[in-house]
């Protein structure tokens, strides 16, 4: 699994084929190395030029110059839009029908992540784009910032299997944007039993930024829970998280304690996070606390009880999670909004393909 941000300087490598890319007017390092072909691209590279649309790579300037005249995707990137919101958008891409693209994206993205290996069986995966169109350029063209990818069939429920924001791009919570986005469009919403999340193990960056992430995501979910009971008619709920009325939420909303029991299973389900996830962000958030047995009598009916903890009650104080959040500066509103995707997460889901254009 990649992370969404830089690596420290230690971290980079010596050995790279490429020193530096220029994508578009952009040049910046590389970080390691990638597999370009040797014949194409030698070992001591000093500046690799990268199409910004379709990332066909050439090392020479006037090669690259002649493909950005006729690049096919100029005008507008492959595959279908699902996103758009602020001029920011996500495009679905799929593997099988622009191999080539798919191709390119993934050797420019190795440059950037500490992977052993990059999949190149690019035909089984989803690619999913940032787009940034400025509505100001003259050109009316657009900016790749990033992308995740996604298996298409994964016997874990995995959402994501890798995920980059190209470095210039960096530092702008675009990587919280893709995140959110890989779980909007798992299959958890219309099936509890895809629960799922990032491919694992996670790397060192990978796990702190899902960390972060996770650790919002849950505050903002527990905040709009607790602030929904206080007000019956508040629509102050999050988008992307189910709506779970469990009967000692309503005890609790009935009481003048300003606190939720709920179990981890109970806000797995409404959060589409797993088990291990949720304990993580919990604890992150400093608001993992074990009920007690006068308060777990109260508990609701929690499942079959697997023994891993998961039905065990858990007392949530909405006090100590705005603390958290005034504590850091975080801000609660999501990064996804629902009523920006161009599709639903099922019609995303069951959409036909379209054909390739994929020009060699
Ligand atoms: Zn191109």
Redo the contacts with the bound molecule.
Sequence with gaps: MASAESPSSNAKQSSRNVQHVILGTLRFQTWYQSIYPEDLVSKDTDTLYV??????YACDVNTHAG??KV????TAPPGTKLYDQGGYSVWEVDGANHKLFGQNLSLFAKLFLDHKSVFFDVVSFLYYILVFADPNDPDGSYHILGFFSKEKLSWDANNLACILVFPPYQHKQLGKLLMGVSYKISGWERDPSLIGGPERPLSEMGGRSYGRFWEERMARYLVSLQASNANANSTGEPEDVKTQKSTSTKASARKKHPHELMTVQEIGLATGMLTEDVITSLRGLGVFEPATPSKTRKKPHAGSGSGSGESEAIVIRRSKVLEWAKTRNVNLRDPVRGDSFCLSPLEVRTMESPGSDDDD
């Excluded at 199409?51 to 066909?56: G, H, I, L, M």
């Excluded at 690049?71 to 100029?74: E, I, N, S, Y």
């Design positions: 199409c910004r649309w379709c990332f066909r493909h950005i690049c096919q995707h100029r």
